[in-house]
């Protein structure tokens, strides 16, 4: 079955940098082929998207709150998203869930990202 299997998350100080990644296998089509992206969900807050990457030209977009801070890429040979976040904030706490995206959807479980100050 499909698998998305991210990894990374943990407790940061204000500042700090993290890099999750996530996994997936078991997919129907080639992972090139899916569009990727990073949402969070902080408690009581909707799930929100983060960072997308395409599946044909790898182009990325933001959410306004991390632009210049967070950069997500992709390594089709391995078939792993990541997402690198620099200079984190208290406000980017949340779980970070990892999605792919082609005709239908896959998540992930989701991992835990505390930024303390």
Excluded at 81 to 98: F, G, H, I, P, R
Aim: proline residues 1%.
């Amino acid at each position: 079955q499909v698998q998305l299997v991210e990894s990374g998350g943990g407790l940061v100080q204000t500042g700090g940098s993290l890099r999750l990644s996530c996994v997936a296998s078991g997919l129907t089509f080639t992972f090139s082929r899916y569009a990727m992206s990073w949402y969070r969900q902080a408690p009581g807050k909707e799930r929100e998207l983060v960072a997308a990457i395409s599946s044909a030209t790898s182009s990325t977009n933001y959410a306004d709150s991390v632009k210049g801070r967070f950069t997500i890429s992709r390594d089709n040979a391995k078939n792993t998203v990541y997402l690198q976040m620099n200079s984190l904030k208290s406000e980017d706490t949340a779980v970070y869930y990892c999605n792919a995206r082609a005709f239908v959807q896959y998540w992930g479980q989701g991992t835990q990202v505390t930024v303390s100050s």
